[in-house]
């Protein structure tokens, strides 16, 4: 290895002059084919020395973790993909019990897992701008869902099972059924849009996901935002959560 020279001021340095079609050296005049072959020879020796004196730097797979989330609990997948950007490789899938990490909103009606609060919801009743339903308590919200109210309006709800109607049936209905006219809505985004294009419309909407001109007129209940593991969480799941909660 040559130091403090380039390697053209070192082949300068070792060439001898070119006169006509032959270098002379101080003893013996070299073919000049003799001499570029030296040269190119002694650079690619040079430049395998360089690049093996390089170690390579071999990366880990990152572990692959597998997430279910319900539509409600969409919100908080942005943070955990910024928390795996250098944790984990995220899978979705549709199955919870087969996720390595749930999330939901709510507490679940049977745990037989390990669950983790990384966040909080607000679910409240919202109307169209233009509805002529005003701010109302816990009473007026049984009555409006349970068809006493204003026929004219037409209640939403989501399916018995969704995590956010749990905790609105929970909260605001105490037991009581909501009523068979209501329309169900598939997912917050279906609501949102109904009840943001619907005068006549009302219902039930995730704090975060509202948006539009959609009128809040009643807080029903702050819930806990949950990520919910089948077993005590190791490596990468366990990393994940730490930084959800953080």
Not at 57 to 82: C, G, I, M, N
Not at 199 to 219: C, F, M, Q, T
Request: aromatic residues 8%; contains cysteine; proline residues 5%.
């Amino acid at each position: 290895m040559v130091k403090g020279m380039s390697l053209r001021a070192f082949f300068a340095k070792q060439s001898p002059e070119l006169r006509g079609d032959c270098f002379v050296t101080k003893n013996k005049s070299v073919p000049r084919n003799d001499i570029i072959r030296k040269d190119i020879f002694i650079f690619l020796i040079s430049t395998f020395l360089i690049v093996s004196c390089n170690p390579s730097t071999v990366q880990s797979p990152l572990q692959v973790v597998s997430v279910h989330s319900t539509f409600a609990a969409e919100p908080w997948l942005t943070d955990l993909y910024a928390c795996a950007d250098s944790l984990a490789t995220i899978v979705r899938v549709d199955d919870a019990a087969s996720a390595d990490i749930a999330l939901q909103i709510g507490e679940p009606e049977f745990l037989s897992g390990f669950a983790y609060q990384i966040g909080e919801e607000e679910i409240l009743v919202v109307t169209n701008r233009q509805s002529p339903i005003q701010n109302l308590d816990r009473d007026g919200a049984q009555a409006l869902f349970m068809g006493l109210g204003d026929p004219s309006v037409q209640v939403w709800v989501y399916a018995s099972d969704a995590d956010v109607q749990k905790a609105f049936d929970q909260f605001a209905m105490e037991g009581r059924s909501v009523a068979s006219s209501a329309l169900v809505a598939a997912n917050p985004q279906q609501m949102s849009d109904a009840l943001n294009g619907e005068s006549n419309s009302v219902g039930i909407l995730p704090r975060h996901w509202k948006v539009g001109d959609a009128r809040e007129v009643y807080s029903v209940a702050t819930v806990p935002v949950l990520a919910l593991t089948t077993s005590e969480p190791q490596g990468a799941v366990k990393n994940l959560l730490a930084c959800l909660q953080n």
